[in-house]
């Protein structure tokens, strides 16, 4: 396996509901080239942070798990085009439904080069745009700017309905007391929710927007 086949990763969380239709994986990639202004998730912006993984083993755990699919977030999964085509082509391969989000806009990934496009190949359901932080997403699930589109690759998603989804919030405590917390929350809605529960310190951001 070669370093461009590594996966920069920052979390995994096997089996959370709140990170697309059904029971799932989410792979939080970590290293984000565009950096959308009021992003919630800025420590995952460097490149050099997070853990280097392979593909085989974060799809190892995701079967045992019972998983319906892959949701790939981050971070920008596309700064990593080879080894995110290749974890998605393995998901796929192994019958598992891939969803991934993006800050590119999709015309701007076609034609990027071939591992990019090898990998949009190996998604099922593209979320792109990036993030626009004076135009928020009141509506759909998932997204949290209206300018963010959910564009099918495939038809395994396509009875998704964003408009009429709800979104929802995954929280887990660990042994050492801090809490991950998976789904869709504002800044100010994690700050709530943070002072709420007064683990504030220890908290592990990675939510999705």
């Not at 998976?182 to 310190?201: I, K, P, V, Y």
Request: glycine residues 12%.
């Amino acid at each position: 396996m070669t370093a461009a086949e590594v996966l920069r990763i920052a979390r995994v969380l096997h089996g959370t509901t709140a990170e697309g239709p059904g029971l799932r994986t989410a792979i939080w990639f970590q290293g984000c080239s565009i950096r959308c202004d009021g992003c919630i998730n800025p420590h995952l912006f460097s490149p050099t942070g997070g853990n280097g993984v392979s593909a085989d083993d974060i799809l190892r755990e995701a079967i045992s798990t019972g998983v319906e699919g892959l949701t790939l977030i981050g971070g920008e999964p596309f700064d990593q085009p080879v080894a995110g085509a290749e974890l998605a082509r393995k998901a796929q391969k192994l019958g598992l439904g891939v969803i991934a989000f993006s800050g590119y806009e999709y015309e701007s990934l076609r034609g990027r080069g071939e591992s990019t496009e090898e990998f949009l190949a190996s998604i099922d359901l593209l979320v792109d745009g990036p993030y626009q932080v004076w135009n928020p997403e009141e509506r759909r699930a998932l997204v949290g700017s209206t300018n963010q589109r959910f564009i099918h690759l495939s038809g395994r998603y396509r009875t998704y309905q964003p408009d009429i989804a709800t979104n929802r919030v995954d929280i887990r405590i660990r042994p050492d007391g801090s809490i991950d917390i998976a789904g869709f929350l504002d800044s100010e809605g994690l700050r709530d929710l943070l002072e709420a529960t007064g683990t504030t310190r220890k908290a592990r951001r990675i939510t999705s927007e």
